[in-house]
């Protein structure tokens, strides 16, 4: 048993679903698996979040979960313009980009996740890879909230890196969003 817990510790993961135990475990049979997490879940080894994603301690990473619940996804949006300053209004829900729009609450944490273009989503420039989570730098959350919300107002564009900003805003191949781009660019600069 020791083995197994350090696998997974080993993994780096405090959000873990079941098909990552399965290969984790190098488990095929589904029933198996189901049974070993049931009891690991039962003895408080693993902390059961929502069907098919556990956490392996009480205090998980809340970002790691909301790439996890909505696969493919990445955190942007409000959750890293506040993070990053850009803007000061506070919403406790973990925003993220994804193939659709959805809502959830698991375990008390607020998920969204927004519909974007796979064109825009599957395009790597401006997303870190964290651990076992993707999140957008602050320039390609400005721009994917600009994109989807018409005349987005920032509170903060000094943190703006804007050589940045002028190279992904060509991702979205949008007219108006680079049109909103350009003409803030320009006032900045006066």
């Known amino acids: 048993m020791k083995n197994k ?15 990552e135990l399965g290969m984790i475990w190098q488990l095929n049979d589904r029933a198996v698996l189901r049974n070993k997490i049931y009891y690991w879940v039962k003895t408080g080894k693993l902390h059961r979040l929502q069907r098919g994603v556990y956490a392996l301690q009480v205090n998980y990473d809340q970002l790691e979960l909301a790439g996890k619940v909505l696969s493919p996804s990445y955190v942007s949006l409000s959750t890293v313009l506040q993070q990053k300053g850009v803007v000061f209004q506070y919403d406790e829900t973990i925003t993220s980009i994804a193939n659709l729009s959805r809502e959830f609450e698991v375990a008390g944490v607020k998920l969204s996740y927004r519909k974007i273009q796979d064109k825009v ?12 989570y993707t999140i ?52 900045r600069r006066e």
């Open 5 to 19: 817990l350090q696998q997974l510790c080993q993994s780096g993961q405090s959000v873990i679903t079941t098909n």
């Open 121 to 132: 989503l599957f395009n790597d420039l401006g997303l870190e890879r964290k651990n076992s």
């Open 136 to 187: 957008a730098s602050k320039e390609r959350a400005l721009l994917d909230m600009m994109y989807l919300v018409p005349g987005f107002y920032a509170d903060n564009l000094a943190k703006i890196d804007w050589e940045q900003l002028l190279i992904l805003v060509e991702i979205y191949d949008q007219r108006r969003l680079k049109s909103e781009v350009h003409n803030l660019y320009k006032t």
